[in-house]
């Protein structure tokens, strides 16, 4: 019941375009955590951020010489109290630039870090937050649910690396899926037993179970990481036991493929193809498995069994494996 209400909510948000939702310090540290090697020398841009509420920016100028960047970059959107170190109040949109410790304490100081103002509202889409995403190696930052295609494109048009928070269910738009399909965007390590928490100032929108009024936190169990970035997950293989039998393993009605209701259960034996679910791309390994196409059978409508479509099926087909073979 958890879990519906937060996806339900989740959709609330995004229909409703109630965006402000931020990552928690500790699951950015986590997820970060992983991709350390990445990030000697480069330029990093969080065009998604409000400094004086979001982690993003502290984790990174806080560990700015342990990951030896080169450069942070950090937008704020205009609708807010902008000013982050005085009374003073200001309407206008800034950004931010860190180039690392100058007085050797180690700490981000106000006077080290460079405020800067935009002539524009500072969304990521404006000509002046594209210039200075033209700066950037790497992305990083939770974007709009609502906005996450648009978003996801402009990574894509301007070829830049990053790591970036979204819904689960954005594998199932189509632009977002044949990204991952060309191995142009793929799955993240993931939030802490699956759980996502987030501050946001839309609290009277949660149901009981997914807002913690002792945190002030508001959970979900269906965003992700996504990247495109390099990463050992990627190249873990999935060992697989199963062998197929044609009473457990159904074929399609309108495609030549079997069913299979649980990654784990992907046979070992099979040389066909194979429609999983969409939590097969949390273990998807592109040197074990190549992604055919997404739910559509041979007359483009949904795949089906006896009549009956199953939820949303990836068709896979699986590459020789060394161990397999021996088996």
């Not at 304490?105 to 103002?117: A, Q, S």
């Not at 990521?124 to 992305?139: G, H, M, N, P, W």
């Not at 495109?228 to 393993?249: A, C, D, F, G, V």
């Not at 409508?301 to 939820?311: F, S």
Request: net charge neutral; aromatic share 14%.
């Amino acid at each position: 019941m958890e879990k519906k209400a937060s996806n339900k909510n989740l959709q609330k948000a995004n229909k409703e375009k109630n965006d402000e939702f931020y990552t928690q310090l500790a699951d950015i540290e986590r997820e970060i955590g992983h991709y350390k090697v990445h990030f000697k020398g480069k330029v990093v841009f969080c065009n998604c951020d409000d400094p004086r509420v979001s982690k993003f920016f502290q984790y990174f100028s806080y560990n700015f010489e342990n990951l030896g960047l080169k450069k942070l970059i950090s937008t704020c959107y205009k609708n807010q109290d902008m000013n982050l170190f005085s009374e003073n109040k200001s309407e206008k949109a800034i950004y931010l630039e860190y180039t690392g410790d100058k007085n050797g304490d180690k700490i981000p100081n106000v006077e080290e870090i460079g405020i800067k103002d935009f002539q524009g509202d500072g969304d990521f889409r404006s000509q002046e937050c594209i210039e200075l995403l033209k700066q950037a190696d790497i992305v990083v930052t939770n974007p709009p649910f609502s906005l996450f295609r648009e978003y996801v494109a402009q990574l894509v048009e301007y070829d830049k690396k990053f790591i970036i928070v979204g819904s689960f269910n954005a594998i199932t738009y189509k632009e977002i899926f044949k990204l991952i399909k060309e191995n142009k965007l793929w799955i993240g390590y993931g939030f802490k037993d699956g759980n996502a928490f987030f501050k946001t100032p839309h609290v009277k929108d949660f149901a009981t179970g997914v807002y913690n009024e002792e945190t002030g936190l508001v959970k979900f169990r269906n965003v992700i990481w996504y990247t495109n970035l390099n990463i050992s997950k990627r190249h873990e293989e999935l060992i697989l036991t199963s062998k197929y039998n044609e009473q457990e393993y159904p074929k399609y009605d309108n495609y030549d493929a079997i069913n299979v209701n649980k990654t784990k259960d992907i046979p070992l034996d099979y040389s066909g193809h194979i429609g999983v679910p969409i939590t097969f791309l949390d273990k998807y390994n592109p040197e074990q498995f190549e992604i055919v196409k997404f739910r559509k059978g041979n007359d483009e409508k949904d795949l089906r069994i006896n009549g009956k479509c199953p939820y949303f099926r990836i068709i896979i087909k699986k590459k020789i494996a060394i161990n397999q073979m021996e088996l």
